[in-house]
């Protein structure tokens, strides 16, 4: 990619190229990357080039668009919220859309995840988790119980402590190995063997161990690795007998994206606490949630001063954000998003299947709105991205996978597009 800047094109507008040579992009590598395309304009599925190009969207802006872009009822509450007030700290002022947005996200909850702790990003939400399972220990007087219990495959995050609670090897973080905190990383529990595994961990290191962490039923950025509810029924038990919190991490997972509004719904277990943010705004505002029990919450009420949870970010429960959140729960209210999942669901099975059969294709798998085409092994993911962008759709591959996880208003005929887009590129190599 460049390093200067060059001259405006008909193509490139003269803020790309004055600015691009100053930018730093997320997970590139910076030497050899391809150029980023210059998107001026978004609606309902369609991306916006600054060229006049199109682009049908596969990924919903890593799945955050679950109405798609610049839905109206989303923008009108913003702009409302823009005119009365934009932004306030929460550190002693409460608002209208975050008050609401708490009621109503504990009603839509199951059992008493009654306690709501606004964040403006999921790796913090992941902290603040985090965070709150230690304090848990400590405010108990238990002291000695600072570690968690997480999985291979897992994901939950990119900031120092987070990285420490992913996949140390599959992930992306390995090279900061010595310098993470130690956690426990165990196989998920999902036959005889990786059983029979996980209580060995987690009866060896139980006086040190504070909580269990997951992402239920789908492991997303470890490669949209699905599980059984099955799965989380077994960590709900074990937690439960070896006295340890169930962290839910349902960022990927959250409104409807598994085909129920939540994941943890399909298992019928109640975590201690979850998180929540991607599709928490309808894809418009930086927002995420973590909802403890009521039992975790009262841990922390106390005389003693120091047993207050010590976390507030400048931003937390911003009103623009909040009134973003509550009006794409009122769309999930008005509109049959669930419905929307299952259609989705039949046509990304349909649409995704013929690619089986296809050289060097592994695995073919949907969940909800999920679709995902697993290869033995993608050996340039940024040079497959360029060959979608050159059949008019946003697909963004990464590991071995190709995936799918589109607006839930996609029209059939958008989504017709992308699942073509995928066998056609993967049919000539
Ligand atoms: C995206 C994601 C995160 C991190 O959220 P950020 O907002 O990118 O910090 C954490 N956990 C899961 C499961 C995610 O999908």
């Not at 505002?285 to 970010?313: C, I, K, Q, W, Y």
Request: hydrophobic residues 40%; aromatic residues 6%; charged residues 15%.
């Amino acid at each position: 990619m460049s390093t200067t800047p060059t001259a405006p094109t008909s193509a490139n507008p003269g803020w790309y190229t004055t600015g691009l040579p100053h930018i730093w992009l997320p997970y590139a590598q910076m030497k050899t990357a391809s150029a980023p395309l210059a998107a001026t304009r978004t609606h309902g599925t369609t991306i916006e080039l600054s060229n006049g190009r199109c682009l049908t969207d596969g990924v919903a802006a890593w799945w955050t668009a679950c109405h798609g872009y610049n839905h109206p009822h989303i923008r009108q509450a913003v702009e409302a919220q823009l005119s009365t007030m934009p932004h306030i700290m929460f550190g002693g002022t409460v608002h209208q859309p975050a008050l609401t947005l708490a009621s109503r996200l504990s009603a839509m909850l199951p059992g008493d995840l009654e306690r709501v702790f606004f964040t403006d990003s999921g790796s913090v939400s992941v902290e603040v988790a985090m965070k709150m399972a230690l304090q848990y220990r400590l405010n108990k007087g238990q002291t000695g119980r600072t570690k968690l219990l997480a999985f291979k495959g897992g994901y939950h995050g990119d900031t120092l402590a987070t990285m420490a609670v992913c996949d140390p090897e599959e992930g992306m973080h390995h090279l900061y190995g010595s310098a993470l905190a130690e956690h426990i990383i165990a196989p998920l529990p999902q036959d005889a063997a990786s059983t029979a595994e996980f209580l060995r961990l987690l009866k060896t290191h139980a006086h040190e161990l504070t909580a269990i962490i997951t992402e239920p039923l789908v492991q997303g950025a470890g490669g949209m690795l699905f599980h059984s509810p099955d799965v989380l029924r077994t960590l709900r038990k074990a937690a439960d007998e070896h006295d340890m919190l169930l962290i839910l991490d349902e960022i990927f997972t959250g409104f409807g994206r598994t085909g129920s509004m939540f994941a943890c719904e399909q298992a019928g277990i109640v975590p201690d606490i979850v998180t929540l943010s991607k599709a928490l705004t309808g894809g418009t505002m930086a927002l995420a949630a973590t909802v403890a029990r009521r039992h975790v919450f009262e841990a922390f009420l106390s005389d003693n001063p120091e047993h207050a949870l010590m976390h507030g970010p400048t931003f937390m429960a911003n009103p623009l954000a909040c009134a973003c959140a509550n009006a794409s729960l009122d769309l999930f209210e008005q509109e049959p998003r669930l419905e929307q999942v299952q259609r989705i669901n039949t046509l990304l099975t349909q649409g995704l299947e013929p690619c089986r059969t296809l050289p060097g294709v592994k695995d073919v798998r949907t969940l909800g709105a999920i679709g995902v085409v697993e290869l033995e092994k993608i050996a340039n993911p940024d040079a497959l991205r360029q060959r979608f962008i050159a059949q008019g759709v946003w697909i963004r591959p990464f590991r071995n996978i190709v995936y799918l996880t589109p607006a839930f208003t996609i029209t059939e005929a958008e989504l017709h597009k992308l699942t073509t887009a995928i066998y056609t590129v993967l049919s000539t190599p």
